[in-house]
T-cell receptor, first 115, second 112 residues
Framework: GAVVSQHPSWVICKSGTSVKIECRSL??????MFWYRQFPKQSLMLMAT?????????EQGVEKDKFLINHASLTLSTLTVTSAHPEDSSFYIC???????????FGPGTRLTVT | QKEVEQDPGPLSVPEGAIVSLNCTYS??????FMWYRQYSRKGPELLMY????GNKEDGRFTAQVDKSSKYISLFIRDSQPSDSATYLC????????????FGTGTRLAVRP
């Protein structure tokens, strides 16, 4: 149980374009999902908390207009990187909290390369 | 100073060895402690979850929390080549909602 998927697993886009990453909970309903980014050899950094049916909560320093998050259903959250630049190249990982427990289960990640 | 410190390694051990992975932290409000395993180019996988101080065992894995020293450990017994991965510690305050603070991860290589 508690399987989280992400799509795509790897995407290359040109500078200035937008790219959408999907995060799905496959065998449970997730009222809360989280988006992280991870640079090589660095920690996971929380970008935002996504709640179903409401606006996402962004961490300090994360541009909400650049990283659009939508959590339209209990099994799907999306992250859209708008007007992507090479410095946005990173590993983006989503996670979901199961029920009222504090454990988070992570998706396999999406590697974004902006050329 | 980072809130969570973790030696990045790499740590190389022979198959069958006991592995000790550690994190120190500075925030005394952390109450929940987790260990994740992350294979290359994959998302983290939850291994162990503990609340407050004490030990927790699950198969070959044992997690220890020493809140007085602000120090947590993960022990892996009878290590296998399939244990080769990056191990991340993560912590959470009781009152901080869902926000996890991660260490940078320790890269472990188990030699056959």
């Amino acid at each position: 149980g508690a399987v989280v998927s992400q799509h795509p697993s790897w995407v290359i886009c040109k500078s200035g374009t937008s790219v959408k990453i999907e995060c799905r909970s496959l065998d449970f309903q997730a009222t809360t999902m989280f988006w992280y980014r991870q640079f090589p050899k660095q920690s996971l950094m929380l970008m935002a908390t996504s709640n179903e049916g409401s606006k996402a909560t962004y961490e300090q320093g994360v541009e909400k207009d650049k990283f659009l998050i939508n959590h339209a259903s209990l099994t799907l959250s999306t992250l859209t990187v708008t007007s992507a630049h090479p410095e946005d190249s990173s590993f983006y990982i989503c996670s979901a909290r199961v029920g009222v427990q504090y454990e988070q289960y992570f998706g396999p990640g999406t590697r974004l390369t902006v050329t | 100073q980072k809130e969570v410190e973790q030696d990045p390694g790499p740590l190389s051990v022979p198959e069958g060895a006991i592995v000790s992975l550690n994190c120190t932290y500075s925030n005394s409000a952390f109450q929940y402690f987790m260990w994740y395993r992350q294979y290359s180019r994959k998302g983290p996988e939850l291994l162990m979850y503990t609340y407050s101080s004490g030990n927790k065992e699950d198969g070959r894995f044992t997690a220890q929390v020493d809140k007085s020293s602000k120090y947590i450990s993960l022990f892996i017994r009878d290590s296998q080549p399939s244990d080769s991965a990056t191990y991340l510690c993560a912590m959470k305050e009781k009152s901080s909602g869902d926000k996890l603070t991660f260490g940078t991860g320790t890269r472990l290589a188990v030699r056959p």
